[in-house]
Nanobody, 124 residues
Framework: QLTLVESGGDLVQPGGSLKLSCVAT????????VGWFRQAPGKEREGVAA????????AYADSVKGRFTISRDNFKSTAWLEMNNLRPEDTGVYYC?????????????????WGKGTQVTVSS
C-alpha cells in the first residue's frame, strides 16, 4: 500500500494556474493507476483526472478538459496535476489516490489509497 502526500494548493485568481504534486512512498508506484479528485464544501468528491500505471493513457472530467493536465514520473514516484485557466468552480480540496490493476478513473471507491488533500481556492 502506498502513502500519498499532496502539495501545491494555494489561493489563486481566476484565470491563474497551479501545479499540484502527489508524492508516493512505498513499493512499485509504477504499477498503480493515479487519480486526482476534488471536493468542494457541501458537494460530493468528484474525479478530475486519472493516468494509467505506465502513463500511456489519461482521462479527464469534461469540466477540466483542455485546462488540466495529469502526468507522472515513476522514477520519482510522483504525479502532478497542472491546472490552467482556473475558475472559481475549481475551488476545493484536491486529493490524489492510487489503485493497482484497476482502470475505473472516476469512481472514488475503486481507489485503495488516498492522500490528505491540498486546498485550492480560486477567487478574486
Amino acid at each position: 500500500q502506498l502513502t500519498l502526500v499532496e502539495s501545491g494548493g494555494d489561493l489563486v485568481q481566476p484565470g491563474g494556474s497551479l501545479k499540484l504534486s502527489c508524492v508516493a512512498t512505498g513499493w512499485f508506484f509504477s504499477r498503480y493507476t493515479v487519480g486526482w479528485f476534488r471536493q468542494a464544501p457541501g458537494k460530493e468528491r468528484e474525479g478530475v483526472a486519472a493516468i494509467t500505471d505506465g502513463g500511456g493513457s489519461t482521462a479527464y472530467a469534461d469540466s477540466v478538459k483542455g485546462r488540466f493536465t495529469i502526468s507522472r514520473d515513476n522514477f520519482k514516484s510522483t504525479a502532478w496535476l497542472e491546472m490552467n485557466n482556473l475558475r472559481p468552480e475549481d475551488t476545493g480540496v484536491y486529493y490524489c489516490a492510487t489503485v493497482r490493476g484497476v482502470w475505473d478513473p472516476f469512481t472514488a471507491r475503486s481507489y485503495t489509497a488516498w492522500g490528505k488533500g491540498t486546498q485550492v481556492t480560486v477567487s478574486s
